[in-house]
């Protein structure tokens, strides 16, 4: 009758191998697959400026001019929004959008205090934009899109409230939230989206993209049926 050897106790660094690589692929999986936002009590770390992702690189990509109206996905506490809003003039406008409302309220009275007074607030999901079709000449968003769950979603409504010929921003940071760039691109193309530009490195970069050719006329159809495109060619405010 066969009999069968005892096992071999595992040696404790074995053990231990096993156990960190285990504890490094949950660690990976958290750090990339979480999708929740900073919270409110955490806001101190959203006004830091980010390496590579400075304001003179987001006014190269983004190129704000006077009269248009953008919107941004995921203010935070108003770092991009305080920057980019005064650069629209009195007639443009910035609406922001996020989900969470102290973000918003944080983001108003700043704007207050600075005396900014074409910022707009509204609590939204982004994977629902709550506005019409081709009402942004450019839409933005700055180590956002990672925060929330299906960012393709996002990016597809980004592509349907984008003006014939508008612009669609993304910055990304490497945290628990960041896109890689290869995969934004991915998700970009499926929404109908074209690279336009690109600055900065894989782990610190801003990308431009525009709505691709075929999508850019049921844009313009949109804005010409509501009669929504004011005298100077900007969208009526």
């Not at 595992?10 to 958290?30: D, E, M, S, Y």
């Amino acid at each position: 009758m066969a009999t069968t050897a005892p096992l071999a106790p595992i040696p404790a660094r074995t053990r231990w191998a096993v156990a960190a690589g285990v504890g490094a692929a949950l660690a990976a999986a958290w750090w990339l697959g979480d999708t929740a936002p900073y919270p409110y009590a955490q806001r101190g770390i959203l006004d830091v400026p980010l390496p590579f992702l400075t304001a003179d690189r987001m006014d190269a990509v983004l190129q704000p001019r006077p009269g248009e109206r953008m919107l941004e996905i995921g203010p935070g506490t108003g770092l991009q929004s305080l920057h980019v809003a005064p650069q629209l003039g009195p007639e443009g406008r910035l609406d922001v959008l996020d989900v969470q409302q102290e973000m918003l309220d944080h983001v108003m009275c700043r704007a207050e205090r600075d005396g900014v007074a074409t910022i707009r607030p509204t609590r939204s999901d982004a994977r629902e934009l709550p506005y019409e079709d081709g009402t942004f000449d450019a839409v933005y968003a700055v180590t956002a899109l990672g925060e929330i769950p299906e960012p393709e979603r996002v990016l597809r409504e980004a592509a349907r409230v984008l003006a014939s010929g508008g612009r669609l921003v993304v910055g990304e940071f490497f945290d628990r939230h960041w896109i890689p760039f290869g995969r934004l691109h991915r998700l970009a193309d499926a929404a109908g989206l074209h690279l336009t530009e690109r600055r900065g490195p894989s782990l610190a970069y801003l990308a431009r993209f525009r709505p691709c050719a075929a999508h850019a006329p049921g844009h313009q159809r949109g804005r010409l049926a509501r009669g929504d495109r004011g005298t100077n060619g900007h969208p009526a405010r």
